[in-house]
């Protein structure tokens, strides 16, 4: 169908969005790469300037070894997989629930996309501030006023407090998305099952869920790239106490805590090769419903 | 009539030159503490009295620093003036990172800052940076409450009375805990304050030949007594409370006593914002007998990165906002309790500000601590709750972690002091000095 | 779609999506009635909830403390210019992938998303010495790329899935016709796929808008939007729900509205390919 002539004007369309995002992504790829095999530690006075020593893999080898690094591996997953079990488990749940017939709907639809318009660090702050504060928290008022002990969100259960925060932020980002696909869903597949006695359950294990898969695809992988480099929500809750240190917050440490850029750097090449590894599974797991 | 056109464009041009050469606007990163919100509501009157503006970027301290750190190291001179603290000022001054601040007016008298503060913020006997309000910590307890206990505070107390104190004012019923102390992770945080504790019990960071000292029996007797008496007398979560969240709940009255920066002793008295203004006493930070209490040094200052283009007028602020002038304005306006505090001798002798009540406990606990001199056993190193090298806030924030996991009951002293042994001599490895 | 219900199985429906959405809501809801109580009702013991002295006290100390207009305007022309700029660069993209596709269309829109993984943390050092040497630093247009590139994979990919759903016959009657490619562009395709460049406007001004790391740390005074605005009030001394909240509502406010007012055009466009 496509002809050369629109082959070649497609590629020159293409080309200012891919040049660009080739420029975002080669200039500081190839600058940390280098700065990850140097000594660089501005603090003590090394700069681009005076040229940097070269060290070879040590940065590598350093920051592996150092005992802070499987446990924020370990925590970013956790973060990510739970956030978005969460997510899209409740996001199934309240897409149902939005596309039943019910007065109000619109108001109600407002509320539960209201959150995925509050900047992180906004809601990192209320949440820790007005909600999780073991004293003047409504959390622990509502605790106190059941005679329990107030919970200490974020020291002793920080990293479930953590995920519900950010889970928070996303919930309605993926009902959106979910409930958009169901309302796409045939209803007269759904009456004809009904008529023929499916159990509501068969009914949704059979139909819709299979319906969704696509959609929860989408909102997997979309979610994943976001929550890969969260950091507000930890600088502003624990800053990186308790367990709760990410790779990229485990970065952020190197760089802008201890000012070794060279260290951080290489931390920043295996936040990337963790993210294509992620990005691979990914793919081979849904990427089947990805026809793209 | 184009030329004569040309010659006024050029002449307007020439002038707005020269003004603007006269008027320069400049801009300062500031921390959005009390005082530094008040200066910045005082603008105007620099504006009147230089014809310079003024562009302030306030932010909360994390992010202040990560941003001129970043903007330092980096020379992005995004910034003329940096608010920056007695950590930073002497190893970025070394760096020649920073304007030096040799050439100032007769009339600033760089003379009347207080001896401890000057030194603090000189590398090398060059001042890079003029402390805008200094402290030092000190012990903040409610006088209703140590006489309920049936108690009495010394002047000078030992750790053994505060915790002795502590548990005898703990009503737990009534939401009273008898001491609130920072638990929260991060180095200027529970960090500063667990280090100023294990100074007192005779603990250092590190020995002369810098080896970590959390092996020592010093640091582990320090923190077994710190987690034993929060266990008692502290309030719930303490390990995510830092300076701010220990001042509410002292306003709230909800604390016996708090150890803190001798700033807040101006919040706790302000009847405005504190429901315990005219209940609250003052001591030195306790110690255990072994010759150093448990007082930090500290300094928030104005520095001018080295790149600035507009030194003049950033030099001219400074000037403007450390001099005598500006804390007589303060005083006018806010009153004398009010005023920013610890920075000159001048105030601490004006009979208006002896009035003050904790006047006198302010100058005395800044003139306990000694930088030069900050342990029991010696050191090879310059500072009080920090050590003053390029590598300390990245290993005290990590070690700062390790001590709030255990004030949250996530992992034993032992365990966080092998963690923090570790991993202080990796990064003392790394950093060359090992 | 619409199904008929016994009005009991209505009613339940109301009542049980009503409980969540407040639910969902309340955090937001919280936060917006403290920010109209003083320091000492935010922390009142019971909590007080509506019945207590509304003020307006922190908002007016907000105010008086920081030009909320000048932060608010920068997050504007931030928001709205990135997501401008990166709508003109991503509807060719688009275009392209969607009517011309080849063997690497799946892998370049794979790519482009792979380009979000880079953790921003690490490349801040690289960044900042680029914008300092482009002299970008504290400026609107230095962020505006910035921001742009950011959102530029997913801007392209939305709008792709939307392109793809559009009958390629539609176009090509229209090449029959004599249609230039940028007639074909601009008087066929954009006003078809309206929904979607408006619902993809609307979710990448929302991501910008709400963008914390870049818009924090390359920008000083001139540039600084409402995320920088927000870094001034967290722990202050002493109380400050009270303030943060007048300053949290502030900072969400213009997309709350926003959002409120086209929440149906995000609804119907938020696909992403996802509806067959």
Known sequence: MATKASRSAARLMMAPAVVLLLGWMLVPLIMTLWFSFTKYLPMRGDSIANGLDWVGFENYGRFVTSSSFWPSVQTTLIIVGGVLVITVALGIVLAILLDQPMWGQGVVRIFVIAPFFVMPTVSALVWKNMFMDPVNGLLAHIWKFFGATPVEWLSQASLPSLIMIVSWQWLPFATLILLT????????????????????????????????????TIVILIQTIFLLSIFAEIFVTTGGAFGTKTLSYLIFQRVLESQNIGLGSAGGVYAIILANIVAIFLMRIVGKNLDA | MYLKNALHAATAISLIATYSAYADTITIATVNNGDMIRMQGLTDDFTAKTGHNVEWVTLEENVLRQRVTTDISTKGGAFDIMTIGMYETPIWGANGWLVPLDNLSAEYDVDDILPAMRNGLS??????????????????????LMEKAGLEMPKAPTWDFIRQAAAAMTDRDNEINGICLRGKAGWGEGGAFITVTANS????????????????????????????????????????NGFNENLSLFQQGKCGMWIDATVAASFVTNPNDSTVADKV?????????????????????????????????????????????????????????????????????????????????????????????????????????????????????????EFSAVYAGQQTVEEALAKAQALTNDAMEAAGYR | MARAVTPKRKMINTIVAWSVGLLIFFPILWTILTSFKTEAQAINDPPLFLFFDWTLENYSVVQERSD?????????????????????????????????????????LLWMLSTKMLPAVGVLYPIYLVFIQLGLLDTRAGLTIVLMLINLPIIVWMLYTYFREIP?????????????????????????????????????????????????????????PLTAFIASYSSPEGLFYAKLSAASTMAIAPILVLGWFSQKQLVRGLTFGAVK
């Open chain 2, 201 to 240: 019990f005779g603990a250092r960071w590190f020995d002369e030949g810098w080896n970590a000292q959390f092996d020592q029996p010093e640091w582990a007797n320090a923190l077994n007594f710190f987690v034993g008496m929060m266990a008692e007398s502290g309030p719930p979560g303490y390990a995510t």
């Open chain 2, 281 to 401: 006493g003052f001591a030195l930070a306790p110690d255990t007998g072994l010759g150093k209490r448990a007082n930090w040094l500290w300094a928030w200052a104005l520095a001018i990165p080295a790149g600035s283009q507009k030194v003049d007028a950033a030099v001219q602020f400074i000037e403007w906002a450390t001099s005598k002038g500006y804390i007589e304005l303060v005083a006018s306006k806010e009153g004398w309790a009010n005023v920013p505090p610890g920075a000159r001798t001048s105030l601490y002798e004006n009979p208006e500000y002896q009035k003050v009540p904790f006047a006198q406990m302010t100058l005395d606990s800044i003139n306990a601590a000694d930088p030069t001199n900050p342990t029991v056993k010696p050191v090879p190193y310059v500072g009080i709750q920090f050590v003053a090298i390029p590598e300390f806030a990245g290993i005290a924030t990590e070690v700062s972690q």
């Open chain 3, 168 to 224: 390629g016959e539609i176009l090509e009657a229209a090449r029959m016709d004599g249609a230039s490619l940028k007639e074909e562009i601009l008087y066929v395709l954009t006003p078809m796929a309206i929904p979607g460049i408006a619902s993809t406007v609307l979710l990448n001004f929302i991501l910008a808008w709400n963008e914390a790391f870049w818009t924090l740390n390359l920008t000083a005074a001139k540039a600084a």
């Open chain 3, 68 to 108: 909320y207009m000048r932060f608010l305007w920068n997050s504007v022309i931030l928001a709205g210019g990135s997501t401008l700029l990166g709508i003109i660069v991503a509807i060719p993209a688009a275009w392209s992938m969607a009517f011309v596709p080849s063997k690497r269309t799946k892998d370049i």
């Open chain 1, 181 to 216: 696909a169901i309302q796409s869903l045939d209803s007269e597949q759904l009456e004809a099952a009904e008529m023929d006695g499916a159990p509501v359950l068969k009914r949704f294990w059979y139909i819709v869920l299979p319906h969704l898969s696509r959609a929860v």
């Open chain 2, 123 to 144: 590398n090398d006997g060059t001042l890079y940076a003029a402390p805008f309000y200094g402290e030092s910590s000190m012990v903040m307890y409610r006088t209703d």
